[in-house]
C-alpha cells in the first residue's frame, strides 16, 4: 500500500429538490471523519451555478486511511442516507499531496 497522502474529489449530482438533505448527511459525515486517524481534510463542496452539484474533497494520510475511512459507520449511514438522492453515478479524481 501506497504511504503517500492524497486528496480525493468525489463528484456527485443530486436530484433537484434534495440538496438540503444531502448537504445534513454530508456534513455529519464529515465532521465524523475528521474525527479517524489518517483523514486530515474533510470538505463540501456546492457548485456556484448549479445547486445540485457538489465535490466531496477528502484528504487522507494513506491508502490505508481511506480503506478504513469506508468500513466506518458513519459512511455506511451517509450512503444509506444519500444513495437516493444521486442522480448519476458518482466519480472519482484523485490526487497525490506534494
Excluded: C, N
Aim: proline fraction near 1%.
Amino acid at each position: 500500500m501506497t504511504t503517500q497522502a492524497f486528496v480525493k474529489h468525489i463528484h456527485i449530482h443530486v436530484t433537484p429538490g434534495s440538496e438540503s438533505a444531502f448537504i445534513k448527511a454530508s456534513l455529519l459525515k464529515a465532521s465524523k471523519s475528521l474525527e479517524e486517524a489518517g483523514v486530515t481534510g474533510f470538505d463540501l463542496l456546492q457548485r456556484s451555478d448549479d445547486s445540485t452539484r457538489f465535490v466531496l474533497s477528502q484528504r487522507f494520510a494513506t491508502k490505508d486511511a481511506e480503506t478504513a475511512h469506508r468500513a466506518t459507520a458513519h459512511y455506511d449511514m451517509w450512503r444509506k442516507a444519500t444513495d437516493d438522492l444521486i442522480t448519476d453515478a458518482r466519480y472519482t479524481v484523485r490526487y497525490l499531496q506534494l
